[in-house]
């Protein structure tokens, strides 16, 4: 089982959909988790951190599942610009090192 | 403004060749790091540095080799040995020292082999 699962997508929807991705994570001793945002041949950008109570921001919204391990991004009243690949990061316990998810592609159309 | 510097943005390299990207960071992080994407694949570990001096193998360290002489700067060498070098190399660097933080990248190297 990989470290960080995700669906590669794309999910297509029209502009102002809700969208719901997840990931999957293997080490349940993990504990840090983040969801980063990127654009076509751009580097990967911090889009949100998650906790473990959960956390807003906006449109955004990221949940944390420890006893099925998975974490999830929602996203509401999905914009043309919202259009890109969201990559699910895991710090791996111990070394403190970021694991990256596949990514998945969204694609809002008008 | 502190961030990341990868450099050169376009890299084309001939076969047999070795080449070096550059990456350099002025947000004072102890821990660095090399990861390489290719199309419609997420990012691969290829070494990281957690303290000056040291460094130690990712997931995909067959064909590259880096040093960290100084905090600042860790350089990612793309050796012949390396089968498939062409793929979009990106930098990172966190702050391990703080916990598990979230990693801030540089803007990424394109290497195509030519």
């Known amino acids: 089982r ?15 959909a809700t969208v719901a991705f997840n990931c999957t994570y293997s080490n349940s001793a993990s504990q840090s988790f983040f969801w980063y ?6 580097e990967p950008k911090l889009l949100m951190s998650v906790y473990s109570s959960g956390n807003e921001d906006g449109r955004f919204t990221a949940q944390l599942n420890r006893a099925s391990q998975y974490i999830s991004l ?4 999905s914009k043309l610009s919202d ?21 998945t592609s969204l694609i809002v159309h008008p | 403004d502190g961030g990341i510097t990868q450099s050169p943005k376009y890299l084309f390299r001939k076969e047999g060749q070795n080449v070096t990207l550059s990456c350099e960071q002025n947000l004072n992080h102890d821990a660095m790091y090399w990861y390489r994407q290719d199309p419609g694949q997420g990012l691969r570990l290829i070494y990281y540095s957690q303290i000056v001096n040291d460094f130690q193998k990712g ?12 905090k600042e700067s860790f350089p990612l060498t793309v050796t012949s040995a390396q089968k498939n070098p062409t793929a979009f190399y990106l930098c990172a660097s966190s702050a391990p020292d703080r916990g598990p933080t979230e990693a801030f990248f540089g803007q990424g190297t394109r290497l195509t082999v030519v």
Do not use: M
């Open chain 1, 2 to 16: 990989k470290e960080v699962e995700q669906d590669p997508g794309p999910f297509n929807v029209p502009e102002g």
């Open chain 1, 37 to 42: 945002r990127q654009d076509c041949r751009k």
């Open chain 1, 74 to 77: 929602l996203i509401r009243d």
């Open chain 1, 83 to 103: 259009s890109a690949t969201y990559l699910c990061v895991v710090i791996r316990p111990g070394s403190y090192i970021p694991t990256f998810g596949r990514g």
């Open chain 2, 59 to 70: 997931d995909i360290a067959e064909g590259y080799s880096v040093s960290r002489e100084k």
